[in-house]
């Protein structure tokens, strides 16, 4: 069995098939799916999506930092009043982007570390975005870091060092998608030395398809070519790193 931790399923990208899609992934053995939400706009079609499919997919709550802006308090109540229902098994997708733009640096730092402080009130894990942004992103969780704070950097791709500061944080995990199979990333050549054994699997659906889909649309069932580079570059089986994955997705998202 295998578990994506992180495709957004609810995006109008599915709209034509969805109901194939979702087939599709589990007729590969892709049997749990995590929905990260993104902005206010996201969270009906995530629920809805979730509601359709209970025991399968699963949704979490908060605000993408490329939906952070000048102004924030507003969409934050909405964050808060509906991580507080109890339906949601991760805050996320939150965490800071500098790729696109930095003029609201300051304005994600504190929306991050909002939610880090929900998370660790609910004792929910959290879903890291972190793009351009590693020294900015881990100073923060290294800072709010205590007992109840786990959670996992999604689309993880940085380098061996930065891994390694990740995993000294106990109850983090790295989450592994597509770009482990592009020749030119060079994560394949980072996993071998960090190893599977604190890893989980993602797609990032639709976003980030895997070789040799890359460029395509990508969905969940694409997990086992994923599972397979990272197989291949830890120098394990791809039934072993089904097992430690879904072991560690279980542990971190709990019910």
């Given at each position: 069995?295998?578990?994506?931790?992180?495709?957004?399923?609810?995006?109008?990208?599915?709209?034509?098939?969805?109901?194939?899609?979702?087939?599709?992934?589990?007729?590969?053995?892709?049997?749990?799916?995590?929905?990260?939400?993104?902005?206010?706009?996201?969270?009906?079609?995530?629920?809805?999506?979730a509601a359709a499919h209970p025991g399968r997919c699963f949704p979490m709550m908060?605000?993408?930092?490329?939906?952070?802006?000048?102004?924030?308090?507003?969409?934050?109540?909405?964050?808060?009043?509906?991580?507080?229902?109890?339906?949601?098994?991760?805050?996320?997708?939150?965490?800071?982007?500098?790729?696109?733009?930095?003029?609201?640096?300051?304005?994600q730092q504190e929306v991050f570390r909002q939610h880090i402080r929900w998370a660790?009130?609910?004792?929910?894990?959290?879903?890291?975005?972190?793009?351009?942004?590693?020294?900015?992103?881990?100073?923060?969780?290294?800072?709010?870091?205590?007992e109840h704070l786990r959670g996992v950097f999604h689309c993880f791709g940085g380098?061996?060092?930065?891994?390694?500061?990740?995993?000294?944080?106990?109850?983090?995990?790295?989450?592994?998608?597509?770009?482990?199979?592009?020749?030119?990333?060079?994560?394949?050549?980072?996993?071998?030395?960090?190893?599977?054994?604190?890893?989980?699997?993602?797609?990032?659906?639709?976003?980030?398809?895997?070789?040799?889909?890359?460029?395509?649309?990508?969905?969940?069932?694409?997990?086992?070519?994923?599972?397979?580079?990272?197989?291949?570059?830890?120098?394990?089986?791809?039934?072993?790193?089904?097992?430690?994955?879904?072991?560690?997705?279980?542990?971190?998202?709990?019910?």
């Amino acid at each position: 069995m295998f578990i994506d931790t992180h495709a957004h399923l609810y995006g109008r990208q599915f709209d034509g098939d969805r109901e194939e899609m979702l087939a599709r992934a589990l007729a590969a053995g892709v049997e749990r799916l995590y929905l990260p939400n993104i902005d206010r706009d996201s969270i009906d079609g995530m629920n809805a999506l979730a509601a359709a499919h209970p025991g399968r997919c699963f949704p979490m709550m908060g605000l993408h930092p490329c939906s952070v802006g000048e102004h924030n308090d507003e969409v934050m109540a909405v964050m808060e009043r509906e991580l507080r229902t109890g339906r949601y098994f991760a805050v996320g997708e939150i965490g800071i982007d500098l790729y696109w733009d930095k003029t609201w640096l300051g304005q994600q730092q504190e929306v991050f570390r909002q939610h880090i402080r929900w998370a660790k009130e609910l004792r929910l894990p959290i879903v890291i975005h972190c793009r351009n942004s590693f020294e900015e992103t881990i100073a923060i969780v290294e800072e709010e870091k205590d007992e109840h704070l786990r959670g996992v950097f999604h689309c993880f791709g940085g380098t061996v060092e930065e891994g390694r500061r990740i995993l000294a944080l106990d109850g983090f995990v790295l989450g592994i998608g597509g770009v482990i199979t592009y020749p030119k990333s060079g994560l394949a050549q980072v996993m071998s030395e960090l190893g599977p054994e604190r890893c989980v699997l993602e797609t990032d659906a639709p976003y980030l398809a895997p070789v040799p889909h890359r460029g395509k649309r990508n969905e969940s069932a694409y997990i086992p070519l994923v599972a397979a580079e990272l197989a291949k570059a830890t120098g394990r089986s791809v039934e072993e790193i089904a097992r430690i994955t879904t072991a560690n997705a279980t542990n971190l998202f709990g019910r």
